[in-house]
T-cell receptor, first 114, second 112 residues
Framework: EAQVTQNPRYLITVTGKKLTVTCSQN?????MSWYRQDPGLGLRQIYY???????DKGDVPEGYKVSRKEKRNFPLILESPSPNQTSLYFC?????????????FGPGTRLTVL | GENVEQHPSTLSVQEGDSAVIKCTYS??????FPWYKQELGKGPQLIID?????GEKKDQRIAVTLNKTAKHFSLHITETQPEDSAVYFC???????????FGTGTRLLVSP
């Protein structure tokens, strides 16, 4: 089944404790992206990747890192999480970075930083 | 940069009624406008999209209209059903690479 998977689905952590949220897609997609969803703010892009070893900042990149060493994986790293990073995170992928290619979203990771 | 505004934030209708969600965008260079549906506990899923060279697009009970001059686009759902209950997001994409800017979402509740 074609899908985007994220792990973990739920995570409670404390301020400053490094964490990684994994994202993997099995559709051989070139483009991958991370979003955060907050009430009243919709979905905001954190980082995106056009292909392996090619990443760039989205609208809200502060406090996050990403890497794209393999085509299928695009982990999101919070090196020193803070409470304002408490949010619902989505990974997405599409076949290419061209406009009007459908983005496929993962199921989401709900992160709470105490 | 691009800014997308979406209204209303919540919408309650009776089963069988129509529902309309409206979005406005700020950047006239945007040329792709998708709509995503997010069911409880799931990620958003594309339901319909429209490009700037088209004024209207329909797919069964859903349709999207685009007014480039006024820079607004709308989602129309006819004969609503309880399974249409979800959060709907509009988005606009700038030319070139795929950078979607999302609206703030509309929670649609369809009562039987």
């Amino acid at each position: 089944e074609a899908q985007v998977t994220q792990n973990p689905r739920y995570l409670i952590t404390v301020t400053g404790k490094k964490l990684t949220v994994t994202c993997s897609q099995n559709m051989n997609h070139e483009y991958m992206s991370w979003y955060r969803q907050d009430p009243g703010l919709g979905l905001r892009q954190i980082y995106y990747s056009m292909n392996v070893e090619v990443t760039d900042k989205g609208d809200v990149p502060e406090g996050y890192k990403v890497s794209r060493k393999e085509k299928r994986n695009f982990p999101l790293i919070l090196e020193s999480p803070s409470p304002n990073q408490t949010s619902l995170y989505f990974c997405a992928s599409s076949s290419s970075g061209a406009v009007n290619n459908e983005q496929f979203f993962g199921p989401g990771t709900r992160l709470t930083v105490l | 940069g691009e800014n997308v505004e979406q209204h209303p934030s919540t919408l309650s209708v009776q089963e069988g009624d129509s529902a309309v969600i409206k979005c406005t965008y700020s950047d006239s260079a945007s040329n792709y406008f998708p709509w995503y549906k997010q069911e409880l506990g799931k990620g958003p899923q594309l339901i319909i999209d429209i490009r700037s060279n088209v004024g209207e697009k329909k797919d069964q009970r859903i349709a999207v209209t685009l007014n480039k001059t006024a820079k607004h686009f709308s989602l129309h759902i006819t004969e609503t059903q309880p399974e249409d209950s979800a959060v709907y997001f509009c988005a606009a994409s700038l030319t070139g690479f795929q950078k979607l800017v999302f609206g703030t979402g509309t929670r649609l509740l369809v009562s039987p």
